[in-house]
């Protein structure tokens, strides 16, 4: 069973910038949730999707988008980036049940590390 | 709405001494809680969840926490450390709508020789 991937691993990236973050879920899940890691904190949640549709978002401005893809991997879009967007991004795949996402164990991938400079 | 608290940023024990380390969770539902451990420069790790079973779970490498809605906590214990434990913890629980996990600032445990 192949576990959560990321790419890439690292990147660095200057103010303004866009940057596109890779995210490959477990094998059987259907639902991905991607979150952000400042130094120091714990994670916050930036949105999900479930079937590739967006089934909630957090406290992000609009120029963080996803996307998922049939075969459930998804993507993370930023634009304009700025330098508190200097962090670690992390994706976790979960088997999605409409109405029980929240008894379901969601699996980290090891996440992309971005700094914007 | 929810949320979590993690009592103390850094935890330092011995090898072989207990390891506890808090979380006290606010919620109008029955909540669902997970405990992760994060090692440096990796993602996260579940370590054991809780979902309205047992009180007492048992999750991996020896860790077990107690649900006590009594006191609104789920805190994290191991009767013993070892030196591979050391690392960051977090607590989390999981929003009862959409099912985003809502975290703790996490627990830095050093385990000293």
């Known amino acids: 069973e192949t576990g959560v991937t990321q790419s890439p691993t690292h990147l660095i990236k200057t103010r303004g910038q866009q940057v596109t973050l890779r995210c490959s879920s477990q094998?059987?899940?259907?639902?991905v949730s991607w979150y952000q890691q400042a130094l120091g904190q714990g994670p916050q949640f930036i949105f999900q999707?479930?079937?590739?549709?967006?089934?909630g978002r957090g406290n992000f401005p609009p120029r963080f988008s996803g996307l998922q893809f049939p075969n459930y991997s998804s993507e993370l879009n930023v634009n304009a980036l700025e330098l508190d967007d200097s962090a670690l991004y992390l994706c976790?795949?979960?088997?999605?049940?409409?109405?029980?996402?929240?008894?379901?164990?969601?699996?980290f991938g090891p996440g992309t590390r971005l700094l914007v400079l | 709405a929810q949320s979590v608290t993690q009592l103390g940023s850094h935890v330092s024990v011995s090898e072989g001494a207990l390891v506890l380390l808090r979380c006290n969770y606010s919620?109008?539902?029955?909540?669902?809680l997970f405990w992760y451990v994060q090692y440096p420069n990796q993602g996260l790790q579940l370590l054991l969840k809780?979902?309205?079973?047992?009180?007492l779970v048992k999750g991996i490498n020896g860790f077990e926490a107690e649900f006590k809605k009594s006191e609104t906590s789920f805190h994290l214990t191991k009767p013993s450390a070892h030196m591979s434990d050391a690392a960051e913890y977090f607590c989390?629980?999981?929003?009862?709508?959409?099912?985003?996990?809502?975290f703790g600032q996490g627990t830095e445990l050093s385990v000293k020789p």
């Open positions: 919620s109008s539902v029955p909540p669902y």
């Open positions: 999707y479930y079937r590739e549709e967006e089934n």
């Open positions: 094998s059987g899940h259907n639902t």
């Open positions: 976790a795949s979960s088997l999605g049940l409409a109405g029980a996402f929240q008894k379901e164990t969601q699996y």
């Open positions: 809780y979902t309205s079973a047992a009180t």
């Open positions: 989390a629980v999981s929003d009862h709508q959409g099912g985003k996990l809502i």
